[in-house]
């Protein structure tokens, strides 16, 4: 099978104009040399992969910066018991990742802040030439998607979404049946954010999870920033892990794009019902409204005629999973019930078959070359690739396998569903960001064994 490396180099020569690839001296390093990484917020999502980045020999953590103590102690903490050197210590307030933007010992910069700073950091970041990993959501508004885009054409700095679902085992074994047609020619998809969030959401940090109805300030983690998202926003806001993966399998710019989206939101109790059970009537959280449905639908139409079903679930009690369906015209995937059903296959017509079989048989090349490298590695390994994927792709200073065009298309479904939403389930254009190059463009993203 051609190599990743191999396929960049004669896609860069026949998209000529295009792609994101500039020359010169950029491109001059290999796979071997070690990569100088800062990080932009270390609380716990920045410190998963802070304790990946530790642990690697081809990785140099240079520079730190957040604006908690708090959490910069604890990474401090990972630091101590890797056995590495001390790095660059910056909290100097919320701007105070520009100072380490300054510091050009740093190739490379992973960001894992509240969604509200990304692409202001992103942006930065670029304009300093730092190779960009960012986490998920990159753009809250469709202008800041645009921005995100034409900075990163202008820079020539890649961007790459760390989406981790699309390195899900079972996913990616999906990913190598719906490439060898197993499941015919892709008809139908849903997946999602179904996941009681009501813990997270409201958590004061006096136990990992669930301690209290508070947020904002007096919030620990992703309570003192997500939660006031669900104040002022309804639409689908974490759209990312459920469209990645089926992006990837349905080639969306990549000879594929969204067209459309319609959204509708349920009414929002979730979130109400959690404080006055938990915190009594009384409490002055009880009186605040919340805007986000509980659940919120979105439907997405491609132009291959595809439909893309996703739900956001965050705030109601429920067990969690992201509701993966693949369907084509010979059979179908659900991950509720880890069930296949391929037509003429299954051991018996019209009945669901356990998929761990077919897991194993399609276990896609990276999982079976780095699995033992990524166990132990947060979210069943999966955290391990998405890592791996970005400072490989860093070190030889390449297009990452997801790119900037996929960061804002994944991310512009929030935006979209908000304003589907404000006008009743109106249908809403899909911008596309590529601007007519989704029709040239080929997929690479896992075609290979490296990363
Ligand atoms: N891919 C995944 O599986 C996954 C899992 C968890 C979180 N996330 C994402 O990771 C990101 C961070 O989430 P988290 O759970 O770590 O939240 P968190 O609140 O634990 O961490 C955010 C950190 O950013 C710091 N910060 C805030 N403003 C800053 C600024 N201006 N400069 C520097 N630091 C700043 C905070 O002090 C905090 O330490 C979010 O985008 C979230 O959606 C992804």
């Known amino acids: 099978m051609k190599s990743r490396r191999d396929f960049i180099k004669t896609t860069a020569a026949a998209g000529a104009g295009f792609t994101l690839l500039p020359s010169g001296t950029l491109f001059d390093k290999d796979k071997e040399s070690k990569l100088r990484l800062g990080f932009i917020g270390v609380g716990l999502r920045g410190q998963n992969h802070l304790e990946l980045a530790l642990r690697r020999n081809d990785v140099e953590v240079v520079a730190m910066c957040d604006i908690q103590q708090v959490m910069m102690d604890s990474a401090m903490e990972l630091v101590n018991k890797s056995g590495k050197t001390k790095p660059q ?6 701007l105070g990742y520009k100072r380490l933007l300054e510091n050009k010992d740093i190739d490379a910069v992973i960001i ?5 700073w990304h692409t202001a950091m992103c942006l930065d970041a670029m304009n300093a030439k730092k190779y960009v990993g960012c986490e998920v959501i990159t753009g809250m508004t469709i202008e800041e998607c645009w921005e995100l885009v034409h900075t990163s054409e202008r820079t020539g700095m890649p961007l790459m979404m760390l989406e981790n679902v699309c390195y899900r085992r079972d996913v990616m074994a999906v990913l190598s049946m719906v490439r060898q047609n197993i499941f015919g020619e892709l008809i139908h998809l ?11 959401k409201f958590n004061n940090g006096t136990q990992p999870y669930g301690g209290g109805v508070e947020f904002g300030e007096k919030g620990f983690s992703e309570a003192r920033w997500r939660t006031q998202h669900s104040v002022n926003r309804n639409g689908d806001l974490y759209p990312t892990h459920g469209i990645g993966p089926l992006a990837m399998m349905t080639n969306i710019n990549r000879g594929n794009r969204f067209t459309q989206l319609v959204s509708y939101a349920t009414k929002s109790r979730g979130l109400h019902n959690y404080i006055v059970k938990k915190g009594g009537e009384n ?6 409204n919340f805007k986000l449905g509980d659940i919120v639908t979105t439907m997405i139409h491609t132009a291959s005629e595809e439909t893309i079903l996703l739900q956001h679930d965050t705030n109601l009690p429920r067990p969690y999973s992201i509701g993966f ?6 059979g179908i995937w659900m991950d509720v019930n880890k069930s296949i059903y391929i037509d003429g296959q299954s051991k018996e017509a019209h009945r669901w078959e356990e998929a761990q079989a077919w897991f194993d048989r399609y276990d896609h090349p990276l999982w079976k070359k780095y ?14 690739f998405v890592l791996n994927a970005f400072i490989e ?8 396998p997801q790119d900037v065009y996929d960061a804002v298309t994944w991310s512009a479904i929030t935006p979209l569903s908000e304003s589907s939403i404000q006008m009743g ?10 601007k007519g190059q989704w029709m040239y463009r080929k997929n690479n993203f896992a075609i290979g064994d490296d990363y």
């Open 425 to 434: 389930g109106a249908s809403v254009e899909f911008p596309d960001f590529t």
């Open 371 to 384: 699995g033992s490298d990524a166990a132990g590695a947060g979210h069943g390994g999966m955290d391990w």
């Open 283 to 288: 409490h002055p959280n009880a009186k605040v």
């Open 112 to 116: 894992a802040t509240p969604w509200e």
């Open 190 to 200: 849903q997946g999602g954010y179904q996941h009681d969030l009501l813990e997270v």
């Open 325 to 330: 369906r693949v369907q084509g015209t010979n």
């Open 393 to 400: 792709s860093a070190k030889r200073k390449i297009a990452p």
């Open 89 to 94: 210590l910056i909290m100097d307030g919320p």
